[in-house]
């Protein structure tokens, strides 16, 4: 199993950034696929999901401004990520797991996003 994301980078505040996550080696369609953050000198938490039906579920800090999609045909899961705020600077992870919500049993390495 691998999760590889891509497309941390460092910008300016309300800037854009489009993450994605490339996964192999499970039956990723039948998968609820996340975005997990971990702020500096912060716990880790999660920011968007979606269900292997295609259903979106958002923290309400990044409510409106990041979206979550995901491609079944190439395995991959995006976070689209608009009008940043230096409060978004964190490590971003992908994970997947059988069931909304969690446990996940299968992540990345994650990408580094700073907002300054």
């Known amino acids: 199993v691998q999760l590889v994301e891509s497309g941390g980078a460092l910008v300016q505040p309300g800037g854009c950034l489009a993450l994605?996550?490339?996964?192999?080696?499970?039956?990723?369609?039948?998968?609820?696929m996340t975005w997990v953050r971990q702020p500096p000198g912060k716990e880790r938490e999660g920011v968007a999901g979606?269900?292997?039906?295609?259903?979106?579920h958002y923290v309400d800090t990044v409510k409106g401004r990041f979206t979550i999609s995901k491609d079944n045909d190439k395995n991959t899961v995006a976070l689209q990520m608009n009008s940043l705020k230096p409060e978004d600077t964190a490590v971003y992870y992908c994970?997947?797991?059988?069931?909304?919500?969690?446990?996940?049993?299968?992540w990345g390495q994650g990408t580094q996003v700073t907002v300054s």
């Open positions: 994970a997947g797991g059988p069931g909304t919500g969690g446990p996940f049993g299968y």
């Open positions: 979606i269900d292997d039906d295609g259903s979106a």
């Open positions: 994605s996550c490339a996964t192999s080696g499970f039956t990723f369609s039948d998968y609820y």
